[in-house]
């Protein structure tokens, strides 16, 4: 691949940075809780896997067949990707890492042993390519809510933040406020995302390391039933996810 930068060829996106995506970064997607961020991570994940780089997927919270669902959804008839991403199954009531299948890791992720050793397994796994390994993870403010584990789990993004490992995060900036600040500061390029009328979803750039960009804000080209089918699910899994990793 020529140079050091990433682009994802979705029009709406690369007007905004013509140059693309410096790589080795860490991406950070910021909005307010329901504003379809999961979908920009999904399209954006979607690219990554089509320039021939490697998936590591934290399921913190969707389950593995909505997140392959969502990918197929960007590439209709998607074949090949298989060996190229790893699923890391969040589960908060475990003591311990698993691995469940070909591509298939399950993993109490509130504990940074767990969730150090759950990577080391995914990059194990993956093959080795050009474009290298990207790590997403949608709602990892949920991490945050444990009593126990909260603000070690804050260190530990803030850690992959600050690391050489291409990274794409999602969260919800209207929770957890002074931690999600922190991320933002720490993360090279972070993205911002609102809803605008009824399910339509705006997207802008608010900083990006070592390229130039516009600070437009453009509306995402997403349907108003894509935008409802994620804020339903994502909606559920926080009302399921919360409150036991609250008592953790």
Do not use: C
Not at 6 to 20: A, I, N, R
Not at 77 to 100: A, C, H, N, W
Not at 165 to 174: A, E, G, M, R, V
């Amino acid at each position: 691949m020529a140079g050091k930068y990433f682009k994802s060829d979705l029009t709406w996106l690369d007007k905004l940075m013509p140059q693309g995506i410096s790589i080795p970064s860490s991406n950070l997607i910021s909005g307010p809780a329901g504003a379809g961020k999961p979908l920009v991570g999904a399209m954006f994940s979607d690219a990554w896997l089509k320039k021939g780089g490697t998936l590591i997927h934290l399921l913190i919270n969707f389950k593995q067949d909505y997140a392959e669902n969502l990918l197929k959804h960007f590439s209709p008839g998607l074949t090949g990707y298989e060996e190229r991403i790893v699923f890391i199954e969040f589960d908060p009531q475990m003591d311990s890492v698993e691995k469940t299948g070909e591509n298939t890791i399950k993993a109490n992720l509130l504990k940074p042993e767990h969730f150090d050793a759950a990577l080391r397994i995914a990059l194990r796994l993956l093959p080795q390519t050009e474009l290298g390994a990207l790590m997403y993870g949608s709602a990892l403010n949920m991490l945050l809510f444990s009593a126990t584990y909260g603000q070690v789990m804050h260190q530990k993004i803030l850690q992959l933040l600050r690391s050489e490992q291409n990274s794409l995060f999602t969260i919800s900036n209207n929770v957890t406020e002074e931690q999600t600040e922190e991320w933002e500061n720490a993360a090279d390029n972070v993205f911002y995302t609102h809803g605008t009328g009824i399910m339509h979803l705006a997207f802008k750039i608010v900083k990006m390391k070592e390229t130039s960009f516009s600070n437009e804000e453009v509306e995402v080209p997403l349907s108003e039933d894509e935008l409802y089918s994620i804020r339903t699910e994502a909606e559920q899994a926080r009302m399921n996810l919360i409150p036991i990793i609250r008592r953790i």
